[in-house]
């Protein structure tokens, strides 16, 4: 008999009501390592954005770790940093996975937040200044909340972006989504329908994302002034 | 020894693991020569973790339960018992087991690894617990008919970092590699490349299970003997694991999962 | 009280301030005119160092202010400033705008703060929109919590660079009421403005600049009455 | 000897130069795939880009494919297309590859070029209808001469990320940079030293790749009106 | 040579052309005016079908055109258009732009368009500007190449859509004097303007049109010197 890689309904079905427990595990398993890699990179996107607004010499350190970042692909810098970073610090591999998905992400991240505070009204600095304020608190108190704002729109872009890319942490032998969908695909035969599946849970999850992420901008422009 | 009776006590106690570890430690402080804490020489507290590529069926695969099983989990599982400790399965891709294991991810590789020399750089092997060879496998309607078929044009489809990669590299140039044999044994039976080098078992297996479109060609082209492999100078878990071998096979626990997969003896070499 | 000798200003080759010299005395209303470009926002940037001078020196209370050897922020605390486009925080209300400084800065306890930001508030006429965003404002508005905020460091001097050109001419006069108010109670202020008006009105004197210099500078009333100079001459010709 | 994970600049350089005629050859694999997803994915993309702008039953369903490629990973994608053409239509890895990195880059290209055209005044519209032109004769004349060199800079982008993305071939079975590096790596032990060298040559190729696309816009803009 | 009756259209709820009628002959120059938004350009794209009328027929050359009965393309190839924002090819040459369409729509040999084309642009006064792109004209060089470019198609009649209303003033008398070489070798021409000295001169009748209704329609000498509508005398007292 040949392998039929013609799509069966019928499969697909009776593959998604049956494998619904562990498929909602991995995705569990992919939102916690979203959402590891988000905030951890948007920390270090945010402290990357600072030191392009810095003293140049900075400027230029921070220009070459974005240059770097976002000149090779994500499954290098994965396998680069899965196992480079092993000779520097245990990492389990949860948080090897997330830290890799997270400087991945953290130089996209930092441009996102260099464009926000960019385009805050440079009046803002000097209104602040003016009143006797450091550059560090007019940064923190009046700057930043303001970017922050600014920047909603394009990081839940990168958010969902990022959800999709944790599908590589696979590779380095996290059980999420896609990992399963190959496990699962391996064990029944059903390859086209079980990825097929997995994609439904993707794009699932990517509208919950994004309808999370409109909520948020709505809200935000609600509130605004 | 009493008192490292007694430390262990309090250890596994501390634990939280239960009295099934207790009793264990118990029952292995009958059976002869064995007083080692393996635990002390596992890097999880009560466990012993075994990697494979869970891509190898039958001999360690996913099954649709989503479970980690096969023919390496059942020996990792019961020589984890003979130590006394938890065994625990660990899947990761083949073509960065070894490194895994010297980055100290899990205490050793049980996923059908044949000994070779490079690896022997690398890692230390166990006493060999299965022989097997690789096989030349194509699609039933193929010229191929053995290994001295294959040309530099023959589109050979391999597992990426395994054996049959290193050797078949001197046969043909145009290699495919996949994370997974049974990957490669799929699509040749879907129609793409011309042949697939792994081990005979895998390939008889699969191509019954699946109901593959492709046939075994030839002779055995080499006999490999599969090994427990860990980190150098781990020479206390490695006798202990020789040991559990051992045992498993006087016990007769060693043919009985031999039979769950194979009509025959993989256990002995020629 | 302040004091500016031979201040010289260059942004790359333009030369904006020329040799500039300017002094303002204790309660005394200063306003600056002049053409577009001639180099008023920038003097008074440099009086709150928003502006690095090239040149010469800002004298403060007699005290010769130096980037290294002065902290800028504590002078800034003493200078405040108003700008043009008001330049509000768009992310706090109208009291939170006036309390931020005092709080960040002086580190006064928020009780106090608050109480003291209502009160100027009250004062600038705006006692019924603490809570209120400055998007909700209209410009005259906005431009009178911009000078409560000034007001709440409790400066000795205040700076106003065209504080009434972003407005709608209706809304003018509210603005000039709140800063006539001021110069009423005594505050040093110097006032960068196009409102002739006004200049003759409340302003001391009047300095009229011209590329960069210094042009005329007078007694409010003679300097619109009899202005000595003939580019002052010109000037007024066109704006009056 | 145990597999040191901490970065060896000589064993750096020493295999920078082993390894060159491997990571050549793999390179103009890379080379060869994206180029060939490129140009299919420019094709599709083109002609999902003129769905999403006719009648609105091709619209919802050009809104659809895009939404579903721009919702689920390309990893998915890969596998979901490289078993599931098999069943249909009999491609070589290479091809198979290729046509699955196109469909992925075609639902951004298609976005790409769909702003270009509407970004393109009504007027230009209007000006050939007026003179009698049809709908169809006026849009390949005059709109999309028009919208094709708006597209340039976006698509040029989208070109670096097909690179970068063209990583994921290896999964399949292609002998690309990845691919090899893993193959080297597995068996070299040299596993921190050969990702590096890989990144390093992507980075060479994205690099080169900005290069020609900034020529080629300040070409367009030279001989633009 | 063209006429519409009862023509009406609406824009969803806005109703832009109320039972408009309007007979245009040939040799005839009509100039249309009216304040913003009265429904000058809705009428003139009506007749070229660039809008679609709700109600009410177009009538040409004695046809009553149907979308559903007629080819509009053809149609339209005898009816030239002139816009207000010229509306090139940007990515054309000079010369290409008035090829383009006797090209591709009437399939004339590439020899014979360019024949013609250069004799069109050399009418116009552009002879030396054939391989320029229209970024490097001004706007009332743009304006004359799309007058050419309409041309290019022979067509019966002219409609221009205030074709100098985006001119600099200097600029806007070589686009009428274009426009008046046009008439004066009797070309049916609508124009939409706000150029009144150039309605009362040129055009044959001027029709007056407010809130998508024709109030008056006139010789133009007699329209200009006794509107005989109040809205008409209103409107003209102010443009005047
Ligand atoms: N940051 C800057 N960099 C470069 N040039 C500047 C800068 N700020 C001001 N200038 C230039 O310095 C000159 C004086 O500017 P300034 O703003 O002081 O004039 P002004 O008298 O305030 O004019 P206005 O009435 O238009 O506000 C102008 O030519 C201006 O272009
Ligand atoms: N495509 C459209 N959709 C909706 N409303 C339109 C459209 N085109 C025109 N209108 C409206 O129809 C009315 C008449 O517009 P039209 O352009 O015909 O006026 P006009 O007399 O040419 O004015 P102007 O002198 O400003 O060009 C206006 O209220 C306009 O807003
Ligand atoms: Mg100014
Ligand atoms: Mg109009």
Chains 1, 4 share one sequence.
């Not at chain 2, 230390?124 to 299965?130: E, K, Q, T």
């Amino acid at each position: 008999m040949i392998v039929a890689n013609v799509f069966s309904l019928d499969t697909f079905f009776s593959e998604l009501i049956r494998t619904y427990p562990f498929f909602f595990e991995a995705a569990w398993m992919t939102i916690r390592i979203t959402i590891a890699a988000v905030i951890l990179g948007t920390i270090i996107g945010v402290f990357v954005a600072l030191l392009k607004l810095s003293n140049p010499v900075l400027r230029v350190i921070a220009d070459i770790y974005i240059t770097i970042i976002r000149g090779t692909p994500l499954i290098v810098q994965i396998f680069v940093l899965f196992y480079g970073l092993t000779g520097i610090v245990q990492l389990s591999a949860f948080w090897a996975a997330s830290f890799a998905l997270a400087v991945h992400n953290s130089a996209y991240i930092a441009e996102i937040f260099r464009g926000a505070i960019q385009s805050i009204d440079k009046g803002q600095m000097e209104a602040g200044r003016s009143l006797g304020m450091t550059r560090g608190t007019t940064m923190k108190r009046i700057i930043m909340p303001q970017a922050l704002r600014r920047a909603v729109p394009p990081l839940g872009n990168q958010f969902i972006i990022a959800l999709k890319d944790s599908s590589l942490a696979a590779f380095v032998g996290i059980g999420e989504l896609f990992r399963l969908s190959q496990g699962i695909a391996a064990a029944t035969f059903n390859t086209l329908e079980t990825y097929v599946i997995a994609a439904v849970y993707y794009l699932a999850l990517v509208m919950i994302l994004t309808w999370i992420v409109n909520m948020v901008e709505r809200r935000l422009s609600i509130s605004d002034r | 020894a009493c008192g490292e009776g007694d430390e262990e006590e309090t250890d596994t106690g501390a634990d939280g693991d239960g009295e099934e570890t207790a009793d264990d430690n118990g029952e292995e402080t009958d059976s002869p020569g064995d007083e080692v804490d393996y635990d002390e020489y596992t890097l999880e507290d009560g466990k012993f973790v075994f990697a494979l590529s869970g891509e190898y069926r039958p001999f360690n695969y996913v099954d649709e339960t989503n479970n980690l099983v096969g023919f390496d989990v059942d020996i990792g599982m019961a020589i984890a018992d003979e130590l006394g400790l938890e065994g625990e399965p660990y899947q990761i891709t083949w073509n960065s087991i070894i490194l895994g294991l010297n980055d100290n991810r899990y205490d050793a590789i049980i996923g059908s690894m044949g000994i070779t020399e490079e690896r022997q750089e690398n890692v230390a092997f166990s006493d060999p617990y299965y022989y097997s060879g690789a096989q030349v496998f194509t699609r039933s309607d193929s010229d191929i008919q053995s290994l001295e078929d294959i040309d530099e044009n023959t589109e050979v489809a391999v597992a990426e970092g395994t054996t049959y990669h290193t050797m078949i590299q001197d046969y043909s140039e145009e290699i495919v590699t996949y994370d997974s044999d049974v990957v490669a044994l799929q699509t040749l039976s879907q129609g793409r490349h011309d042949a697939v080098i792994t081990d005979r078992l895998v390939g008889l297996i699969n191509i019954e299970d699946q109901g593959l479109d492709i046939e075994l060609r030839g002779d055995l082209i080499d006999s490999e003997e599969m090994a427990i492999a860990l980190r150098h100078d781990e020479d206390e878990l490695m006798e202990g694991i020789n040991q559990a071998l051992e045992n498993i096979r006087e016990s007769g626990l060693y043919e009985e999962i031999n039979q769950r997969y194979f009509d025959e003896d993989i256990g002995e070499g020629n | 009280m302040i004091r500016v000798e031979k201040l010289n200003k260059s942004f790359g080759d333009l030369h904006v301030l020329k040799d500039v010299d300017l002094e303002v005395y204790e309660n005394e209303v200063v306003c600056l005119i002049g053409a577009s470009g001639s180099g008023k926002s920038t003097l008074l940037r440099c009086l709150n160092f928003l502006e690095v001078k090239n040149d010469g020196k800002v004298i403060f209370d007699g005290d010769t202010i130096e980037l290294k050897t002065h902290n800028i922020n504590e002078i800034r605390q003493q200078v405040g400033m108003v700008f043009q486009h008001f330049n509000l925080f768009p992310h706090k209300t109208v009291l939170e705008n006036v309390m931020e400084a005092p709080l960040m800065v002086k580190k006064i306890p928020r009780k106090q703060a608050e109480q003291e930001g209502k009160e100027l508030l009250d004062k600038v006429g705006l006692g019924d929109k603490y809570h209120v965003y400055p998007s909700k404002l209209s410009g005259g508005q906005k431009q009178r919590v911009a000078i409560a905020r000034a007001l709440a460091m409790r400066p000795k001097i205040m700076l106003f660079d065209e504080p009434t050109s972003a407005l709608d001419p209706e809304l003018v006069g509210e603005v000039l009421e709140t800063m006539k108010q001021l110069a009423r109670e005594g505050m040093t202020m110097i006032v960068v403005t196009h409102e002739m008006g006004f200049a003759r009105e409340v302003a001391d004197r009047t300095v009229y600049m011209h590329d960069g210099r210094i042009v005329e500078t007078g007694e409010s009333k003679e300097f619109f009455a009899n202005p000595k100079e003939k580019r002052t001459q010109e000037f007024l010709s066109k704006v009056l």
